[in-house]
Each structure stands twice: as C-alpha cells, then as structure tokens.
C-alpha cells in the first residue's frame, strides 16, 4: 500500500512540473493532481512526518505567492505555473494530514 502512496507522489509532482509548461492545461490536470494529492494525504504520510510534512506544505503555499513572475524570459511564468501545480496537488494532501492530526490529537 505505501508503494501506492510512493508513486502517487513521485506522478503528482513530475505531473505538476510537466503541466506547469503547458499553463492552458492547469484545468484538465488540476482534478488529477488533487486526487493524487488525497491518495498522498491517505496513504503516504505516517504520523512521524506529519510535522515535517505540514511544515512543507505550509512552505510551499507561502511561496506560491513569491511573485517569481518578474522573472524574465517567461522563466518566472513558467516557475509560477509550476509551483501553483505542485500548491494543487499538496494542498488537498495537507489537509487530509491535518484532519487526521486532528482527530488523533481529540482520541488521545
């Protein structure tokens, strides 16, 4: 089951970085990078990385809004286009690994 959880993540980001060259796809491929980013949230992240893992995901929304955009040569287009894909897909990962964090702190 882990290796569900393994390749799920490995498709998720390379499909985030693919994705992010091609903007006009954002909307076709973000259903995909969501769900895959639930299979991570249900299945990958045990409760040790949980900590770690939210930290990331925190990192990586915060930086989404970095304004990589001036960057020239469409290279800051592209990163922007990119890190909003892989923001889709980590997103949903984060919050099912906080609901989880949640209701494991309320049992205790």
Do not use: R
């Amino acid at each position: 089951m882990t290796k569900i959880g393994h390749y799920a993540f490995l498709i998720g980001v390379i499909l985030a970085i693919i994705t992010g060259f091609f903007p006009d796809t954002v909307m076709y491929s973000a259903l995909v990078l969501v769900i895959l980013g639930l299979v991570v949230g249900f299945i990958n992240i045990t409760a040790k990385e949980t900590h770690g893992f939210l930290v990331a995901s925190i990192a990586l929304m915060v930086a989404g809004g970095a304004g990589l955009g001036v960057i020239p040569w469409n290279v800051g287009g592209y990163l922007v286009s990119i890190l909003t894909n892989i923001v889709i897909f980590v997103a949903p990962a984060a919050i099912v690994v906080a609901l989880k964090t949640v209701v494991a702190l309320a049992t205790e």
